[in-house]
């Protein structure tokens, strides 16, 4: 099957590697994997922001260069959440009945990476190898929008090596929010806090998510606290090997 990665552009600009991750974990399961080269942001953060008009331009580039692709996958619940809720939404608003066929026709065939393995391809098992302590932080837009359910608890249970602990309280938001951590710091510093409580709490030597956004707002406050426990995306595990992960968290 050829699958299209829509990495996004926090991905792409931050966290390269978990887009090359997500590569290889379908190559590995046989799959060709294109990359449509003009693809750029999904417009969320200026949706987020209040900024309506200026995300429809991006809503329409999205359009364009994913219109042609069977099935896309993202590392990233909350741009798919943007691009399966919010473009549908957008396209209505502004009265444009040929665009917003075409974000909704999109939108069924975009896929977050847990969705797309276990639902679209049937596998929950990716051969993966990764002999770490590791906890597992649903980001919101995830769990509440796209409703992944325990799609990536099953891809790490599966994970050979692997000593899976629960997080407490798991459901409850780490408090970054994208725009939510600068407009209300101390809330959301409040919220990290409570998080970071919850990751310590399981002696983990890494937590993973879905979302990097997530990750990178708790990595910062585990970085800050010199706590020695790491984040990593869910799709550097999955990609991870016996002979790739040697003694060291990757």
């Known amino acids: 099957m050829r699958i299209a990665l829509f990495i996004t552009c926090f991905n792409d600009t931050l966290f390269p590697g978990t887009g090359r991750a997500v590569v290889s974990v379908l190559e590995r399961l046989g799959h060709e994997v294109a990359f449509p080269?003009?693809?750029?942001?999904?417009?969320?953060?200026?949706f987020n922001s209040g900024y309506r008009d200026e995300a429809l331009p991006l809503v329409r580039r999205f359009a364009r260069v994913f219109a042609e692709e069977d099935v896309i996958v993202s590392p990233s619940g909350s741009c798919v959440a943007m691009v399966r809720e919010h473009y549908p939404r957008l396209a209505d608003e502004l009265g444009d009945a040929d665009l917003a066929a075409t974000v909704r026709a999109i939108a069924a065939r975009t896929f977050?990476?847990?969705e797309l393995l276990v639902d679209?391809?049937?596998?929950?098992?990716?051969?993966?190898?990764?002999p770490h302590r590791v906890t597992y932080h649903p980001s919101c837009h995830a769990l509440r929008m796209l409703q992944v359910g325990d799609r990536p608890l099953r891809l790490l249970r599966a994970v050979r090596g692997i000593d899976l602990v629960e997080l407490p309280q798991a459901e409850e938001c780490c408090g970054f929010g994208g725009t939510f951590a600068i407009k209300n710091a101390d809330t959301s510093i409040a919220m990290l806090t409570d998080k970071l409580r919850a990751v310590l709490d399981t002696q983990a030597e890494v937590c993973t998510a879905a979302d990097n956004s997530c990750l990178m707002h708790i990595g910062g406050g585990l970085s800050r606290q010199e706590a020695g426990v790491q984040t990593v995306h869910l799709a550097e595990i999955l990609a991870s090997t016996e002979a790739a992960a040697g003694g060291s968290v990757r």
């Open 37 to 46: 080269l003009e693809q750029t942001c999904c417009g969320q953060m200026h």
């Open 112 to 114: 977050e990476l847990s």
């Open 120 to 130: 679209e391809l049937g596998v929950e098992d990716v051969g993966a190898y990764y």
